[in-house]
Structure formats: C-alpha cells, structure tokens
Nanobody, 125 residues
Framework: QVQLVESGGGLVQPGGSLRLSCVAS????????MGWFRQAPGSEREFVAS????????YYAVSVKGRFTISRDNAKNTVYLQMNSLTPEETAVYYC??????????????????WGQGTQVTVSS
C-alpha cells in the first residue's frame, strides 16, 4: 500500500477555483490508478474523478465534467484535482485514493486500497 497526503483545501467563494494535491509515499506510484472522492456531512462518499496509471485516460462524475481536471505527475508521486466554478453544494471533505486495477472507470470506491486523510473544501460567500 501507499500512504497518501492531501493538501490544497480551504475556503473559496462560489464560482472560484482550488487545486488539490495528493502526494504518495513509495516508489511504485505509477502502479496505481488514482481517484478523487468527496463526502459531504450526512452523505455517502462519492466519486469525483479518476486517472489511469500513466495519465493516458481520465474519467469524471457527470456533475463535475468540464469544470474539474484530474492530472498526475509520476515523477513527483503526485495527483492533482483542479476545480473550477465551484458551487456551495460541493462543500465536502475531498479524499484521494489509490487502486491497483482500472475497473469500472475507477468509479467504485471499493476498488481503492489506500486513502488519504482528506482535505476540507468549503464553498461559501
């Protein structure tokens, strides 16, 4: 397993942008599919975006497609989530996660074996 540490969360106004980062420990980062999930209070943890081992393919939840971009830099053991045009409804704790297989476009949280501690994103005026 890898250890994951997210950063970049904070308070942003509606319509604003944030970039989240997630740094992984170890030397096998490129062996993992990476995903971003989020969880609002009282809600299930939901899929946001995923990216394949070397970044050749990415997949997004319908609600964020066109506004969010997932990317990775394997030389830095880091995956990013650029979030634009944020809405208050997207206030949540955002988690990055690592999986060894690319199945179901990375949407299934049960496929992920390692999770970060989460970073809070609050969208409010």
């Amino acid at each position: 397993q890898v250890q994951l540490v997210e950063s970049g969360g904070g308070l942003v106004q509606p319509g604003g942008s944030l970039r989240l980062s997630c740094v992984a420990s170890g030397r096998t980062f490129s062996s993992y599919v990476m995903g971003w999930f989020r969880q609002a209070p009282g809600s299930e943890r939901e899929f946001v975006a995923s990216i394949t081992f070397h970044g050749s393919s990415a997949y997004y939840a319908v609600s964020v497609k066109g506004r969010f971009t997932i990317s990775r830099d394997n030389a830095k053991n880091t995956v990013y989530l650029q979030m634009n045009s944020l809405t208050p409804e997207e206030t949540a704790v955002y988690y990055c996660a690592a999986a060894r297989r690319w199945t179901n476009y990375g949407r299934n949280r049960n496929e992920y074996e390692s999770w970060g501690q989460g970073t809070q994103v609050t969208v409010s005026s």
